[in-house]
């Protein structure tokens, strides 16, 4: 009889805080296993408004160690991942009525003071009659700020930490539901929908929106519900502005969202704010979502957006701990974790909250509190080390992006130049992967729509857990954007066949 393969720690969920656990405790010599009922990021991860930034509007809630430790994490992360991570400046037009402007300077002046900020520029005034970012908006906003976050490819984020778990030895399994976890003799014995069995000394609760059907359904516990779901949801229209920066607006509702240049041809805008009862796989934009968007929007831009104008929406549901707020904006988003460790029995950690950009600080949090609960590693790295080692394809410096495009044409002659940015936006370095041995775009295999060719599609079914074409058109990239019906058929058709 096979005994089933003993982990120091099993984790449920393949978002962005399960994907950085996983590798931040593989990485320090624990032996892991992620389980991923759907494709890595299928959820929230993947429908965020993209941005790695300190969260100028949660000052408001006196949410200052959350600010400061977001702030702190947007230069680290550029820093491990300069190809899906980049700066980006962002402008805030003064609104006459709605916060003065005493309050807006001195936000920005926390903002640009409390978080070691060392190569991000800092926040500059703006006359809007006169500068480039007024051209677009109505001519009542004459003044405005500009300060500093980053983007990020969220989903890619999350795909890049799972890939360097298990580079450092985690087992990645998507598609796989764990059916039922129960402690046995001093180990979790986690069941698995594919039929294996596993043990493991320790389990995290990582399944974002569902981390307490987790806790009732798969655990069996009789804990309270402290998750509060609210939807944020994005609409995406044609590109609205001829330059490269983004807004970020305020609401005459006092909440504020952002209109970001996208995917080049694009804008995005969002997000909403609304709590949220039901299936968290089953959320989609509404109709009064799409209108509160656009009327926002058009309250600022000098040509009104209209729902008519929209080409794709997404929406996501937040897993935000219950604080209590009456409010769905101002619930807060800072991470709590709840450890359940009865003497002698193995630990439980439930992950409640978060946001992306601070993933990297809970998956640290998280382990600290683990890890008295598991053996002794012999780690092949200490605590702290996921802000200095990049993750896969990010081993160039944080400003070398336009430098690896070069190297990469010049390297392949025949690799046009938006080619060549896209790839390396998603790869990095790791784009020579793709390109092994080739030539030609010949070399690269049928091609498929949108610079998409066979040579990257089977990188991605084997580097990056793809297995249909929505994981690889709406989560690895956003191609999708770009493509008709019978492409994405004919490409879903092509990952069966590889």
């Given at each position: ?327 769905a904006q101002a619930a807060t988003r800072d991470y709590v974790l709840s450890l359940d460790a009865p003497a002698g029995q193995p630990a439980l950690l439930s992950i409640f909250g978060g946001k992306i950009t601070t993933y990297r600080r809970l998956a640290e949090a998280a382990l600290a509190k683990i890890a008295p609960h598991l053996p002794t590693p012999h780690p092949a790295q200490t605590e702290g080390w996921t802000a200095r080692a990049a993750l896969p394809g990010g081993d160039f410096p944080r400003d070398g992006y336009e430098a690896l495009v070069a190297e990469f044409r010049s390297r392949h002659g025949f690799l046009a130049e938006p080619l060549a940015r ?77």
């Amino acid at each position: 009889m096979t005994h089933p393969t003993m982990f120091d720690l099993a984790i449920i969920g393949g978002g962005i805080n399960g994907a950085g656990i996983a590798r931040d405790a593989a990485g320090r010599g624990w032996s892991v296993l992620l389980a991923e009922k759907n494709d890595l990021a299928a959820a929230t991860s993947s429908a965020s408004t993209k941005l790695i930034h300190g969260g100028l509007r949660y000052l408001e809630y006196y949410e200052f160690r959350l600010v400061r430790e977001a702030l702190m994490e947007r230069e680290v992360l550029w820093g491990i991942a300069p190809h899906i991570i980049w700066p980006l400046r962002f402008v805030l037009p003064h609104h006459a009525g709605i916060r003065p402007a005493w309050l807006l300077r001195t936000g920005l002046f926390l903002y640009d003071h409390i978080g070691g900020r060392k190569y991000l520029p800092p926040t500059r005034t703006l006359d809007l009659r006169t500068d480039p970012a007024g051209a677009a908006l109505q001519p009542r906003f004459t003044r405005g700020f500009e300060y500093s976050d980053c983007w990020v490819e969220d989903s890619r984020l999350v795909v890049l930490n799972a890939r360097d778990a298990a580079l450092r030895g985690a087992e990645i399994l998507t598609r796989t539901a764990v059916t039922s976890a129960v402690r046995d003799n001093g180990a979790w014995t986690v069941s698995l929908d594919s039929g294996r069995t596993i043990r493991a000394r320790a389990l995290v609760n990582a399944a974002g929106p569902w981390v307490s059907d987790v806790l009732g359904t798969v655990l069996r516990a009789n804990a309270p519900a402290r998750v509060r779901l609210v939807k944020g949801s994005h609409i995406v229209v044609p590109r609205l502005v001829a330059h490269d920066r983004c807004y970020i607006f305020q609401n005459a509702d006092n909440r504020i969202f952002f209109a970001i240049p996208y995917e080049r041809d694009f804008t995005l805008i969002g997000t909403t704010d609304q709590d949220f009862q039901g299936d968290p796989a089953d959320v989609h934009i509404s109709e009064g979502e799409i209108a509160y968007l656009c009327a926002g929007a058009s309250d600022y831009f000098r040509r009104p957006v209209t729902p008519d104008q929209v080409v794709w929406t997404y929406s996501g549901v937040r897993p935000l701990y219950d604080d209590g707020a009456s409010a769905a904006q101002a619930a807060t988003r800072d991470y709590v974790l709840s450890l359940d460790a009865p003497a002698g029995q193995p630990a439980l950690l439930s992950i409640f909250g978060g946001k992306i950009t601070t993933y990297r600080r809970l998956a640290e949090a998280a382990l600290a509190k683990i890890a008295p609960h598991l053996p002794t590693p012999h780690p092949a790295q200490t605590e702290g080390w996921t802000a200095r080692a990049a993750l896969p394809g990010g081993d160039f410096p944080r400003d070398g992006y336009e430098a690896l495009v070069a190297e990469f044409r010049s390297r392949h002659g025949f690799l046009a130049e938006p080619l060549a940015r896209r790839l390396v936006r998603a790869y990095g370095t790791s784009t020579a992967a793709i390109l092994d041995g080739a030539t030609s775009l010949g070399d690269l295999g049928p091609a498929y729509g949108a610079g998409l060719t066979e040579a990257e599609l089977a990188y991605l079914k084997r580097e990056e857990y793809v297995t249909t074409a929505a994981d690889a058109l709406w989560r690895r990239s956003r191609l999708g954007l770009r493509l008709s019906p019978a492409e994405i058929e004919r490409i879903d058709r092509a990952l069966q066949r590889l």
